[in-house]
């Protein structure tokens, strides 16, 4: 075996132009998978993230959409059915009319519980002015809607909610990049809700994921939990099932090309070696008649295959990672960001040039068995 690795090694040696060739080829397949596998894996987590980065991932609602009454101890049995939830919180969402003057406007105003909200939404990150509601009657509007009715910190506001009017203090504005969510939400505490419709309760209970592609798996365990509750499951997974095609369209695509690539880099190989044998017949053909195994012949071409790929899959990372590095330099969004924020997985990369190497390996297998099967006889017949 280490005769084979050594004669191989001087085959390489001696052609070197030809060498450098093959590793480029298997450089450029190998940077080619690792630049798409980090951009789809990029654009994924940036458009799951836009999407349901400050939602809910699975959301439990009374399933005549009447108020859950024991909301707390839902809950918390929601908390003990999966150690996937990072948070879970209730909500109080009732529809109703903001009016100054003679001006009106439509809003959900939203009763939270801004400790644990305010891990899904980021209210505290998202607001331009003022400040959280913390007392009831206190309340945080969308930009637009400042801007709709000419609205100021500090300023009282009536709103009517299924037929009552409250008046309600304005004590921040914030900005959640959703054109339709600042014109329609106002957000307060949960209590302010109650206190308005005179009813303890809250109209579902929201929560985030550790994992949200585990989604759907944790709204069957709920559902067969409270079903007999009155209560359902709604899931991002459901809601947004044509996002989840086009993610597994990307990566359809990207496994393609990737496929793609490899299949050229085995057939690249393949023939470079195979001619290289025909090449070195004479070197075979000495070397057999010296006494070397056919199986050691077949060996020399199996370990070119290998330090190829070696020295590819190396390459490849590192041309790989300078590709990723120069996209998320030079093509930038306006403010600076990287138009699609590449995802740099290790495990991903260390698979790529594992792949790069075993297809090496395999490439040299058809140039190997015709090593091993050329005799001396040949070789003088041919020469």
């Given at each position: 075996m280490k005769?084979?690795f050594q004669?191989?090694?001087r ?6 132009r030809?060498?450098l060739?093959i590793i480029l080829?298997?450089s450029v397949?190998v940077s080619?998978?690792?630049f ?12 799951v993230?836009t999407t349901?980065?400050?939602?809910s991932h699975?959301s439990v ?11 707390t101890?839902v809950?918390?049995n ?7 939830f ?14 100054k003057d003679?001006?009106k406007?439509?809003?959900?105003y939203?009763g939270?519980?801004?400790?644990s ?5 980021k209210f ?8 959280l509601?913390?007392a009831n ?7 637009a ?8 910190l500090?300023d009282?506001?009536a709103i009517?909610i ?18 339709q969510?600042?014109?329609?939400w106002?957000?307060g505490?949960i209590?302010?809700?109650?206190d308005i ?7 579902k ?5 550790l ?5 759907e798996n944790v709204?069957l365990?709920?559902?067969s939990?409270?079903?007999n509750?009155g209560?359902?499951?709604l899931?991002w997974?459901v809601e947004?099932e044509?996002l989840?095609?086009?993610l ?9 090309i990737?496929?793609?690539v490899?299949?050229s880099v085995?057939l690249g190989?393949?023939?470079t070696?195979a001619?290289?044998v ?5 070197q075979?053909g000495i ?6 195994k056919?199986?050691?012949?077949s060996f020399?071409?199996?370990?070119e ?8 899959a190396i390459g490849g990372?590192l041309?790989g ?8 330099t030079f ?7 990287p138009?699609v924020?590449?995802f740099?997985d ?6 790529s040039?594992g ?6 390996t395999?490439?040299?297998?058809t140039?190997?068995?015709?090593s091993s ?6 070789v003088i017949?041919?020469?």
């Open positions: 005769l084979a004669i191989a090694w085959f390489l040696m001696s052609a070197k030809q060498t060739v080829g298997i397949g080619v998978q690792v798409i596998g980090s951009l789809i894996s990029g654009l994924q987590n940036s458009l993230d349901i980065g400050s939602s699975v609602v009374d399933q005549e959409g009447a108020l859950i009454s024991n909301y101890s809950q918390q929601m908390e003990t059915q999966s150690d996937l990072s948070v879970t919180t209730p909500v109080f969402d009732l529809p109703g009319i903001l009016e003679e001006d406007t439509e809003i959900l939203r939270l519980v801004f400790d909200a305010n891990q899904i939404y505290d990150e998202k607001l331009v002015s003022g400040r509601p913390q009657y206190e309340v945080a509007l969308g930009i809607i400042k801007e709709e009715l000419n609205l100021n500090g009282t506001i009517e299924i037929g009552q009017m409250k008046t309600l203090t304005i004590v921040g504005f914030f900005d959640l990049s959703v054109a969510l600042n014109r329609s106002g957000v505490t209590e302010t809700m109650q419709t005179g009813q303890v309760g809250a109209t209970i929201e929560s985030q994921l994992k949200p592609f585990e989604a709204s365990i709920l559902d939990t409270f079903s509750q209560l359902k499951t899931n997974m947004n044509s989840l095609s086009g597994q369209g990307q990566s359809i695509s990207s496994l393609m990737q496929i793609f490899i299949i085995v190989i393949s023939s070696l001619i290289t025909m090449q070195k017949s004479r075979i070397m057999k008649a010296m006494g070397i056919d199986r050691d012949a020399v071409f199996l370990s295959g290998f330090i190829l790929g070696i020295f590819g990372v041309l990672l300078g590709l990723s590095y120069a996209f998320t093509a930038l969004n306006a403010d600076g960001t138009v924020p590449l740099i290790p495990g991903f990369i260390a698979l040039g792949i790069a190497l075993i297809a090496s395999i490439a040299a297998l140039p190997a068995i015709k099967k050329l005799t001396v006889i040949e017949r041919n020469a």
